[in-house]
């Protein structure tokens, strides 16, 4: 018997892997994922934030729940953007995956010090690729940030003015905080004095 759906995770975040169930009679859109059937054929699209593109794959029906599963990688960017199969291959990839990311904390000694150190873990991989992307910046025009941490917050410091920027990193809360903000800007003490003159 085939079973009529399957799963995929989705590995946006390093923590956070989104898990899509997918039944095989329903067309799929949500972003950043879309299944359709094309009668023998599944055809899989999935956006690469990175690459800001779409990229496809198809893969015929009665392969899709193989033992194994299929990790599906970036064309453009190598990237793993997911991983798909039978749900008891998800489920063990996701278990897998997760215990990667707690392995990685410990290594870094992080659940030491951090009161939420999967927050902390995540929050450093998402402000690193902010400022990968150009999205931190201060007043005095400088990209130039370093990063420090303490238990429960980052603090950014513009290398140039030395201006400061605390991001909190207690909870979810505080991550999902940043996650909605498109930049982070430093405030430079020296441009409050230039507009204050
Ligand atoms: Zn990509
Ligand atoms: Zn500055």
């Given amino acids: 018997m085939i079973d009529a759906s399957f799963l995929v995770a989705l590995f946006k975040d390093n923590e956070n892997i989104d898990i899509r169930h997918i039944n095989l009679f329903q067309k799929y859109e949500k972003s950043p994922l879309k299944v359709s059937r094309h009668k023998k054929v599944i055809k899989i699209k999935i956006y690469c934030d990175e690459c800001k593109e779409e990229n496809r794959y198809n893969i015929p029906l009665k392969l899709l729940t193989r033992p194994g599963g299929h990790h599906v990688y970036c064309c453009g960017c190598g990237y793993e953007l997911g991983y798909l199969g039978s749900k008891t291959d998800v489920e063990a990839v996701v278990t897998k995956h997760r215990r990667q990311v707690e392995l990685l904390i410990h290594e870094m000694g992080l659940d030491e010090y951090f009161t939420n150190p999967l927050v902390v873990f995540e929050l450093i991989n998402y402000i690193h690729d902010m400022a990968e992307n150009k999205k931190i910046y201060c007043q005095c025009s ?10 429960d917050k980052i603090e950014l410091t513009c290398k140039k003015c030395g201006a400061t920027y605390i991001v909190k990193a207690g909870d979810r809360k505080d991550l999902e905080a940043v996650k909605k903000m498109g930049s982070i800007i430093i405030k430079s003490k020296s441009c409050d004095k230039l507009i204050k003159y």
């Fill in 142 to 151: 400088s990209q130039d940030v370093a990063a420090s941490l303490s238990s």
